[in-house]
């Protein structure tokens, strides 16, 4: 089994189905977090929001947003949205699963995507939406040489914790923070088997309890 087809495996035991029936209805948006090999290794692909968008202008993203009425689910809002974003084709991801949802700080009920795209991908940047695509060593989000946190940060459970990484092949700096690192510190830790070197909350062989703490605690306060 290659390293694709292994991390495939071990992410579907993580999708969340239909476990999630019961919750209230709340507003709806959706992240894709592609993956692609190369070399040998996992990586992921990010954006950086352009600085004239109205919300987390110039912060790093993965491609997503809101709900539209035409979205038949969470998977249909996050592959239209990368191809608005990025120009990612639908029919170039193979999805593999969706994770538990996280409420944002706008009160969305936010859904995380996960799908392989092709390592030759090639990104064609909606520039009214993102300002740059890079991608990431998926192991990067699991070393503390880059990361710091901050605790008792309003409304977040658990650190908010934050990355700064520097793109080898432009140069350009990249600070990853907030619900963005802790999606890719999520996707890492689950598809590589592998607890982070700093203390994220949650365990990386079962995450789903932290995550609905979260959850739960945030729709309390609504």
């Known amino acids: ?14 999708d969340i189905g239909n476990k999630l029936s019961y919750l209230p209805v709340l507003p709806k ?49 996050a592959l239209r949205e990368a191809e608005e974003e990025i120009g990612l084709s639908p029919e170039g991801v193979q999805v593999v699963c969706r994770l538990f949802p996280i409420i944002n700080k706008s009160g ?38 880059e990361h710091c946190a901050a605790h008792g940060a309003a409304g977040m459970v658990g650190p908010l914790h934050s990355f700064h990484f520097v793109d080898p092949d432009s140069g350009s ?14 996707v890492a830790a689950l598809a590589l088997r592998k607890q982070p070197e700093f203390d994220v909350g949650f365990d990386s062989e079962d995450p789903l309890s932290f995550f609905q703490q979260i959850l739960h605690r945030r729709i309390s306060k609504l």
């Open 1 to 14: 089994m290659d390293i694709k087809e292994e991390t495939i495996a071990i992410l579907k035991q993580f």
């Open 29 to 77: 948006a959706s992240v894709l977090i592609p993956l692609f090999v190369k070399n040998g290794e996992l990586y992921t692909l990010m954006t950086l929001r352009s600085k004239e968008l109205k919300t987390s202008a110039g912060e790093v993203c993965f491609p997503g947003g809101k709900r539209d009425p035409s979205d038949r689910d969470d998977v249909d809002t």
């Open 108 to 145: 969305l009920l936010v859904t995380p995507v996960v799908g392989f795209i092709e390592e030759s991908f090639y990104p064609c940047p909606n520039p009214a939406e993102v300002s740059a695509v890079f991608t990431v060593p998926l192991d990067f989000f699991t070393s503390k040489k």
């Open 173 to 186: 700096q990249y600070h990853i923070w907030g619900l963005t690192a802790m999606l890719a510190i999520l």
